[in-house]
């Protein structure tokens, strides 16, 4: 029975197998997946499981043949066809998601399982250059991250959080509490716990065990068959990327599987962890021919690899830990030289390399107990290994990374995953190195290893089973060891140190980063780091490491030539230390804190010893290092410095527990006291010839993110020494190194045999303050963490003010980023509110932009400034001077100090009772003869001693003071007999006494040529006794050197013999150089001085007074007991001396008696100093450079005068009228013309039609106009899907709509008149008020083009700077020719009658040009005319200029000319903030706007003069106009060159609109009886155009009287235009009852004024037509709500009329120089009014104000009306709608404005980071948005360029004519484009701070700064961008 049913189990298949390959045959997958399903639910389920096998057989091998002909091209012909090479794998997958879904639908199932997922992890994996986040407050580990989604669901208010771009990729952390706190869990995975989700059903996931398997084994079958090894030649690279392409639906297949959940995960990870599956699969040699060849290939893959397969080898003893997972088969195998191998190896081929040691037998690796198997045995025993394998052998695909990650989640996996990957951990090494992409790849490493070993649990499980530890030292060790060079530190020849190369790639490329920045990761871990910290073999096999860094980049000083290639290494070299050596110290010395790790610490410190002694060893170090050689990496010195600091400071560790002998401390100084003195070397320009570079590394050195691993371990190790050496051996051995021993002498002259004369002083003032620095730096010697943090920034902040994020770079922190939390970031905001103050970040006028800095509190100043903290914290010189001025400006401004003040001196915090020693340096003889020696030569004025050198000395000395030992009793016995200083200048050894000691004779040796030797000898009276005294002194002290040796001798003897013989030549051969030319004889110098009296002199010396100095406690007895006294606190070095005085006499009685006698004596004068030739000649140079610095000066001051009294000409604003001979006065005629200057030849003159002179301007077009809206509020920037924004309502788009609409019936040359243009892309011209002859301008242009220097303009443009001021401009604007005579012809007022003056004006305009200049005459000028207008007309694009159907129209232009005068007046309203109301703006604007030429204002925005004054009003519309268009009377320039060319196109006489405005037509018909297209019926026309046409067509110059009565006219026709709008805008009712009312008072006397009377007349006119006639639909739109009253009607009409007044009163106020009234705004329209003439002079204004009562009608009022409507009549029959459009003029235009900005930077970022562009519906790499119009573009986008242009460049055209204002979203900045230029303008968001953050770099919150967009928005309003920003660049049509 059985058998039988088996038997048809297994005949089931057997029918269907036919029908399996057929793809024609559609093939019920879904039948056969339920069938199976139900077949292998059964208990017995034997059959089914076979039956599965073999269709999975079928199907997926289907797939087989296409991998093995990927490369080829038989592909195709291998898929039989079957629709191209995907088709059987899609076949293949679309079967493998039947078989899942067990018949039922694949998106069902996959909803199923999801139901079941448990995991409360997030797990979300990103990829590089993904938005994430990162929160301090909420993370455990410091790579914490969170992806957005998670962030923004949880709380993080008032955390520590940044946003950021992932560099390398990473995973989301929210619900691993191993990482983060479970506070900072989003809402999502608060919930989840596994409690409440169902337990998965069985037979949901039943068919995935079976079908993944194979699926997965498929996939490795796949990638086996697709390697080759890559041969020399980069196709293999293709091929592989062919496969990986060829796998991507596999792959992604899987990826899906894994976003399923947790239930699908877990059966993911059973099927990659299992090793019965992959041994049953890939058991090797099967039955398959495939599989076997597959199987070679593994094996052939794994060999050149340079790997094993176990198999091969012994078979090992170790039995693996756990069953589950494969470990490294470890084993004592000791031959461990593997990679040593060839000192070329370039590939990892090189198993057997003990032969090519050779010379590098010095290597030592790994002490011989590390295992090769690490390097080079791999098994793999299950698919998950063999999936890494692969995935490394690929070089990481994006794909398999992200799959593999995925996973991770599930926690069996985790582990499973972690233990294969540190398995393949040298494998990973090996790829890396021969990688092409490293970069790619090192990012791919750490995406995944960070995931691994930030937690810590994890870390350690791995740690214990896998030795990860090893694992990682060996790796690390055996990369670095394919790079090593031998030393030449020291002894070249004999060296047998290697070190690493650091030119080579894997340095240079920092390819080691991935691997080392792991290590650091798991140090991170305290479990992990105590278990280095205890393994004795890997602290020594990591010194080993270490050392192979120490005395890496070895510099050796170039003498004769300039080096000829400056490498770049020392960057790889710093980088080095920092990340392989320093970085891991931090990681290792945070776990040192406390007193029980003490062990740890021993053992670190005697390895790191040891491996110095060897290094010594290596390098055959005796005594003296070579010379002019420097290396600045001593890593090995810096662990042993840091882990003793930690031990004394921490761990309470006894400091010479832990010291080693005197010989080792001597070998362990000299090398940081050679950099020490290096650094001075380098900054004495002593190592200039090896070029810049060796300044970089001396910079580099002390920056602020390498100095605590650097500078200041080595000066702790110097402190440490000098603690515990002999104090008079360290300073001797200082001043040796420093080269300055030699200038050490109290001879005036010197030969110095190691140091050129002109670096002595510089060395020596480097001498001095190095022994400073060391004496007085406290940072190792017992100060707290908060006390550091303090001294830090209150440094830094002393030398610049600092922004919150430059001050949190320059404080130095630990430098290992994985130790999380900086020291006391807790406490760095409390310390920097306590040290110093906020200022919020100001707008200078200027326009630059300033960012919020914080500034050191005065107290800071007075109590804390520490110059010593500065100098040693300084990369720049010049900053230490920047500390001192701030220093000196502070003391002035706070009366505590005016003159120029030295460096305070500060106390310091006590010292750790284990440095005590250090202090002895100070009360040695040997520094004491020093300071003596040079207090002496700068009392004697002798050469090359500067002020900083006694300011050093007085420093050195006040130390000593304070911290001399108390031993010294008052009652000393009497002052030293001979007896007592037998061999010496001093007594004893402590200052306090030393100070008031005498010292008479003084033998030295000296040049012949000295004057010291042609004086007289002291008589050879003086006793032997003082002989011996002088002998022996004198050669105490010039044998510093030798007195070294002696010490040194001592110490060393009792080791080697042999040094001696190295030594002693070398000291006689310091004095006589040969051939050095004068012999050197002895001389014996009578000095009878104390330090005491020295000083006391110096007082006199530095005062210039004799007897200066008196000793202050004789007045006031208080000093001695009070000694703190403010008064000395700050002062120069006068104070400086009388405070050492007073401490001296405060230690020692003695001291006090002893200072008072040498004042009582009156002190001798200074000798007067000698001059010498050489001295001279310096002197005679000084004196002349201080003839030309004053001539120098003079020049300056005078241009400065000049330039004083143009800005005063040209800015004062409320100066009187009447005080420039220019203006016309109305009292007495001036027969003058006008007179220019040029400002280039400098020549004044009147302009000439020969000779003419121009004014500096630029032309720009601009369509800030055409952004006016009719709201107040300025619409937002769109933030979500929802919000857009329409441009319908803009001025722009309702003009065009208008202007079109009546071309569409009307006839187009009329309607061309009837309109105005230059809404867009009109041309605005401004000036910056500068004259100069065409003629110099055409020169200078010349010049400009021959200039090679890059300037910010293209001059082939035209473009230039004004020769004056500099400002940009791109044209000359003509003056022209004409003189002031009849200014107050047409200022008089007329008697004539309105009448009379309307047929003048008709006639003048029918009258051709009444010009002087004859057109037809080709003068000079109007060929300079000529040009400019077409200057103007290329300003702006051609679809801004051509408006009329016939291309080419010469009304075209004439519409065009008239509108730049419109758009320039309309401009200038809106600067004045759109109406004429504030007198404020109108006497500013006065004289700067549209004025004479000779009075524009100048570009003061640049200059803060006027920008004082506004400032108060902050941004008052005045300061807009300050930069601006010219027009004016006779000199009005713009308006000349326009009228000029107008009136060439002369208007037909019966077309004139003036003959309609004041005429009566006798028959109205006629006009109508055309065919053609009527013209534009005049109630449709723009009045403001009508007046611009009317005054630019009248021969210039105009009288008054005409533009009154053209005004007075058009006024007519404005208010019938209003009265019929308001006649449309109301309801039916509304109208009736008007029409009534207005009947009855038609019959008065002024009715005609009466606007009820006027509108019932228009609205009977109108009503004729069908105007009134509507649709019931439109009735209801139409009607406004409320209700007319009188009131309502008069503010309505007031509002209709106001903007003509003020355009034409600005027009009246240029043309005729007339004030502009002050007003309020309610009174606006009257003044205005009676302004322009409209209103009768005796006009009462006690009742409320009637608009219409400023009617004066030129014919009877209620015919022309009657014409009027009759036009518009016939139009309304055809059509009303339209008819009815064009009456409602919208005139109430608000102030342009940009979009309004959201608060928060972020909702703009999340918005539009992912948002997709429209045109190329791809997310932009770089998006920005335009907040003009809000559009949405792609940045430099490729995707979108059209005929060349990128989409920014083409949106600037025609959103702004040329100008964009782009927000770029992933910076955060803003970025104008101005024409073909562009420059980033900075940013409006700033963070907490009031800091920008350009790039988004610190991911801080952004906040919008108003102030910031309000300036943004008044320099795109006032057009002022090229003016106020200085970096333009080109852009190329590439943004």
């Known amino acids: 029975m059985a058998a039988a049913a088996a038997a048809a189990a297994v005949g089931g298949p057997q029918q269907s197998q036919p029908e399996l390959p057929a793809p024609g045959l559609a093939l019920d997958k879904a039948a056969t997946a339920a069938h199976l399903k139900a077949a292998l639910s059964r208990p017995d389920n034997r059959a089914g499981a076979e039956e599965l096998q073999a269709l999975l057989e079928r199907v997926l091998s289907a797939e087989r043949p296409l991998a093995a002909a990927a490369g080829g091209e038989e592909a195709a012909a291998a898929a039989g066809g079957g629709g191209g090479p995907g088709a059987a794998e899609e076949e293949a997958l679309e079967w493998c998601k039947c078989l899942l879904a067990g018949g039922g639908g694949y998106d069902e199932f996959c909803a199923a399982v999801r139901a079941y997922d448990p995991a409360a992890l997030c797990g979300l994996v990103w990829t590089a250059n993904f938005v994430a986040y990162r929160c301090r407050t909420c993370g455990i580990s410091p790579c914490m991250s969170l992806c957005a989604e998670c962030f923004h669901q949880g709380d993080h208010t008032g955390h520590d959080f940044n946003m950021f771009r992932s560099q390398a990729g990473g995973a989301c952390d929210c619900g691993d509490s191993n990482v983060m706190r479970e506070s900072g869990f989003c809402k999502r995975h608060q919930i989840k716990s596994s409690s409440n989700i169902p337990c998965v059903p069985k037979d949901l996931l039943m068919m995935s065990e079976f079908v993944l398997p194979r699926f997965i084994f498929c996939l490795i079958q796949y990638l086996r068959d697709g390697y080759n090894e890559p041969a020399a030649d980069v196709s293999s690279e293709k091929d592989l990327n062919k496969v990986l392409q060829l796998l991507e639906p596999q792959i992604s297949f899987l990826e899906d599987l894994t976003k399923m959940g947790g239930a699908m995960r877990s059966v993911l990870t059973q099927v990659l962890t299992n090793q019965q599956n992959y041994k049953d699969l890939t058991s090797g040699p099967g039955e398959n021919a495939c599989a076997k060849k597959s199987h070679e290939k593994y094996l052939i893959a794994l060999k050149s690899s340079g790997l094993t397969y176990p198999e091969d080898k012994l078979v090992y003893g170790i039995q693996e830990p756990s069953a589950g997972t494969s470990t490294l088969a470890v084993q004592g195998f000791a031959g461990a030289t593997g990679t040593l191998g060839q000192v070329d190896s370039s590939d990892e081929e090189d198993q057997d390399g003990s032969q090519g040691l050779g010379k590098r037998k010095r290597v030592k690796l790994s002490s011989g107990t590390k295992d090769q198997s690490i390097m080079d045995v791999l098994k793999h025993k299950s698919f998950l290994e063999e999936l890494l394998f692969w995935t490394i052998k690929y070089e990481f695909p994006q794909k398999m990374v992200t799959f593999l990650l995925n996973m991770l989640p599930d926690q069996e996996y985790k582990v499973a995953f972690t233990k294969t990957f540190v398995q393949h951990y040298a494998f990973i090494m090996k790829t890396l190195k021969k990688s092409h992409e490293s970069d790619t790849m090192s990012n791919r490493i750490v995406h995944i290893s960070v995931q691994l070993f930030s937690n810590e649990e994890l870390a350690r499980q791995v740690t214990e089973e896998c030795q990860l530890l090893d694992i990682m030292v060996t790796v690390l060790l055996y990369m670095m060891e394919s790079c090593l060079i031998k030393s030449e530190l020291q002894d070249e020849e004999n060296s047998l140190h290697v070190v690493v190369n650091c030119g080579e790639a894997l340095l240079k490329n920092n390819t080691y980063w991935p691997l080392v920045s792991d290590f650091i990761n798991i140090l991170s871990h305290q479990s992990v780091a105590k278990r280095f910290l205890e393994d004795h073999g890997l602290l020594v096999t990591w010194m080993n490491f270490v050392s192979f860094f120490q005395g890496m980049n070895l510099n050796k000083r170039e003498l004769n030539e300039h080096v000829e290639f400056e490498s770049q290494t020392y960057y790889a070299a710093f980088a080095a230390e920092l990340e392989a050596c320093a970085q891991p110290m931090w990681g290792l010395l945070s776990h040192c804190k406390i007193r029980e790790t003490q062990e740890y610490t021993r053992n670190v410190v005697r390895y790191c010893l040891e491996a110095l002694q060897d290094w010594f060893d290596a390098i055959n170090f005796v005594d003296e290092p070579a010379p002019n050689q420097v290396t600045f990496h001593l890593p090995l010195h810096r662990y042993y410095a840091m882990f003793l600091s930690k031990a004394v400071k921490c761990q309470e560790l006894d400091l010479d527990s832990v010291l080693p002998d005197q010989e080792m401390l001597m070998k362990l100084m000299i090398h940081p006291l050679q950099i020490q003195a290096s650094l001075a070397e380098i900054h004495s320009n002593m190592w200039v010839r090896n070029g810049l570079q060796i300044k970089g590394q001396a910079m580099t050195y002390v920056q602020s993110h390498f100095c605590n691993s650097m500078i200041d371990p080595d000066i702790y190790l110097l402190q440490v020494c000098a603690s515990r050496l002999d104090p008079d051996y360290f300073i001797s051995s200082v001043f040796e190194r420093f080269k300055v021993v030699d200038l050490l002498t109290m001879a005036s002259q010197h030969q110095n045999t190691v140091l050129d004369a002109e670096h002595e002083r510089s060395m020596l003032e480097g001498a001095l303050t190095f022994l400073v620095i060391l004496l007085s730096l406290r940072l190792h010697l017992g100060m707290s963490d908060d006390e550091i943090l303090r001294a830090e920034m209150v440094a830094q902040l002393c030398m610049n003010d600092r922004t919150h994020s430059s001050l949190l770079d320059l404080i130095p922190e630990n430098p290992n980023p994985k130790s999380g939390i900086i020291p006391g970031s807790y406490s760095f905001e409390s310390v920097l509110s306590a040290v110093a103050d906020f200022k919020a970040p100001v707008f200078e006028p200027g326009g630059s932009m300033q960012q919020g800095m914080y500034t050191p509190k005065a107290e800071v100043w007075d109590q804390e400034f520490d110059p010593v903290m500065v100098i040693l914290r300084t990369v720049y010189r010049r900053d230490v001077q920047s500390a001192m001025d701030r220093y000196t400006a502070f003391l002035k401004q706070s009366g505590k100090f005016p003159g120029n003040p030295w460096p305070p001196y500060k106390k310091r915090s006590s010292l750790h009772p284990s440095y005590k020693g250090l202090m002895r340096l100070l009360h040695c003889k040997t520094l004491h003869i020093v300071l003596f020696t040079l207090l002496y030569k700068i009392l004697m004025d002798h050469q090359n001693l500067s002020e900083h050198v006694l300011c050093m000395v007085l420093y050195l000395i006040e130390l000593g003071l304070e911290n001399s030992t108390e031993d010294e009793s008052d009652e000393e016995t009497s002052v030293g007999g001979p007896e007592r200083c037998h061999d010496s200048w001093f007594p004893g050894s402590n200052l306090v006494s030393n100070m008031r000691h005498f010292i008479n004779y003084v033998r030295v040796r000296v040049p012949e040529t000295a004057p010291e030797v042609k004086r007289d000898s002291p008589a050879s009276t003086s006793s032997d006794n003082l002989g011996s005294l002088q002998n022996s002194g004198t050669a105490q002290v010039f044998s510093l050197v030798a007195e070294r040796r002696k010490k040194f001798q001592e110490i060393i003897n009792r080791s080697n013999s042999e ?115 050489a001295e001279k000649k310096t002197l005679d140079k000084e004196e002349r450079r201080q003839k030309a610095r004053e001539r120098q000066q003079k020049l300056l001051a005078e241009f400065a005068s000049r330039q004083k009294s143009f800005m005063e000409t040209a800015m004062d604003v409320d100066s009187p009228e009447n005080d420039i001979p220019m203006e016309i006065t109305t009292a007495e005629p001036q027969v003058s013309e006008a007179v220019y200057d040029c400002v280039i030849c400098g020549q004044s003159g009147p302009s000439s039609e020969d000779r003419p002179t121009g004014l500096v301007v630029l032309l720009q077009a601009s369509s800030v106009l055409g952004q006016c809206r009719d709201n107040v509020e300025p619409k937002k920037l769109p933030i979500t899907e929802e919000e857009q924004i329409f441009p319908w309502d803009t001025c722009a788009a309702v003009h065009d709509v208008r202007l079109s609409l009546l071309q569409r019936y009307f006839k187009d040359s009329s309607c061309l008149l009837a309109v105005s243009i230059g809404w867009e892309g009109g041309v605005y011209v401004q000036t910056c008020g500068h004259t100069l002859h065409i003629d110099c301008h055409k020169s200078y242009m010349e010049s400009l083009r021959n200039d ?588």
């Not at 190295?1062 to 004889?1081: D, E, I, M, N």
């Not at 003509?1700 to 309610?1722: A, K, M, N, V």
């Open 1059 to 1173: 040094a001696n013989q190295v030594v002693r030549p070398k000291t006689s051969s310091k004095w006589s150089a040969p051939g050095s030319a004068p012999q050197l004889t002895t001389a014996i110098l009578e000095i009878k001085e104390s330090i005491l009296s020295l000083l006391i002199k110096l007082h006199h010396k530095l005062s210039g007074k004799q007897n200066s100095y008196y000793p202050p406690w004789l007045d006031d007895i208080e000093i001695l007991i009070q000694p703190e006294i403010p008064k000395y606190s700050h002062g120069d070095g006068i104070t400086a001396v009388e405070r050492i005085l007073l401490k001296a006499a405060l230690q020692s009685r003695m001291n006090k008696r002893i200072i008072e006698e040498i004042c009582r004596k009156v002190t001798p004068p200074v000798p007067p100093k000698k001059i010498t030739a």
């Open 1348 to 1935: 090679q220097v890059l300037q910010g303009f293209s001059v082939d443009k035209g473009e230039f700077t004004c020769p004056l001021c500099r400002q940009f401009a791109n044209s000359v604007l003509p003056c022209y020719p004409g003189s002031n005579v009849e200014n107050n012809l047409w200022q008089r007022p007329s008697n004539k009658s309105m009448q009379d003056l309307i047929k003048e004006v008709e006639e003048l305009q029918g009258r051709p040009g009444a010009f002087p200049v004859s057109i037809s005459s080709e003068t000079n000028l109007s060929k300079e005319m000529e040009s400019v207008m077409k200057d103007i007309k290329n300003t702006t694009q051609k679809k801004y200029r051509d408006y009329s159907k016939t291309p080419g129209s010469p009304d075209n232009d004439f519409l065009f000319m008239y509108s730049v005068a419109r758009t320039n007046l309309e401009l200038e309203l809106i600067h004045r903030g759109g109406n004429l109301c504030s007198g404020g703006a109108s006497t500013a604007g006065k004289r700067s706007c549209l004025k004479k030429e000779s009075e524009v204002q100048s570009d003061c925005l640049a200059k803060s003069h006027t920008a004082g004054k506004c400032q108060s009003l902050h941004l008052n519309p005045a300061l807009l106009t300050l930069n601006s268009v010219m027009s004016g009377i006779g000199k009005d320039q713009l308006f000349h060159v326009l009228a000029l060319h107008m009136r060439l196109y002369s208007i037909d006489s019966e077309y004139n609109p003036w003959k309609k405005l004041t005429q009566l037509v006798e028959d109205m018909n006629s006009q109508l009886g055309n065919d053609e297209q009527p013209e534009v019926p005049i109630l449709y026309h723009d009045v403001t155009s009508l007046l611009l046409i009317q005054i630019l067509m009248m021969p210039q110059p105009l009288h008054k009287e005409h533009f009154t009565c053209i005004v007075k006219v058009l006024f007519t026709l404005l208010y019938t235009q209003a009265l019929a709008a308001l006649s449309v805008k109301c309801s039916e009712e509304d109208r009736s009852a008007w029409k009534h009312t207005g009947a009855l008072k038609k019959n008065t006397c002024d009715a005609e004024k009466s606007y009820e009377v006027l509108l019932s007349f228009i609205i009977n006119e109108l009503s004729k037509g069908k105007l009134y006639h509507e649709e019931g639909t439109q009735e209801c739109v139409m009607i406004s709500p409320i209700a007319w009253s009188p009131e309502s009607m008069e503010k309505y009409l007031q509002d209709f009329c106001l903007p003509f007044l003020r355009i034409t009163s600005l027009l009246q106020h240029h043309l005729f120089g007339e004030d502009l009234p002050s007003c309020q705004e309610e009174e606006e329209f009257s003044v205005l009014a009676s302004c322009l003439g409209l209103l009768p002079a005796f006009y009462q204004t006690e009742h409320p104000f009637i608009s219409a009562s400023c009617l004066e009608w030129p014919v009877p009022p209620f015919d022309i009306i009657t014409q009027w409507c009759f036009e518009i009549k016939s139009f309304t029959e055809r059509h009303a709608e339209q008819g009815k459009a064009l009456l409602i003029q919208e005139s109430k235009w608000k102030l342009p404005h940009l979009l309004q900005l959201p608060e928060n930077y972020n909702t703009i970022f999340q918005y539009y980071h992912r948002k997709t562009c429209s045109v190329c519906t791809k997310v932009p790499k770089d998006p920005a948005v335009c907040l003009v119009c809000g559009t949405f573009v792609c940045l430099k986008g490729l995707c979108c360029k059209q005929q060349s242009y990128c989409e920014c460049v083409l949106h600037s055209q025609n959103c702004g004519a040329g100008t964009g204002i782009f927000l770029l979203i992933n910076a955060s900045v803003i970025i104008i484009i101005r024409g073909h230029r562009f420059c980033l303008w900075g940013s409006v968001y700033l963070d907490a701070h009031g800091e920008e953050d350009r790039d988004l770099r610190r991911g801080k919150p952004l906040y919008i700064c108003k102030e910031r967009y309000k300036v943004l928005e008044q320099q795109w309003i006032s057009h002022t961008f090229d003016h106020i920003n200085k970096r333009w660049g080109p852009h190329y049509n590439g943004l």
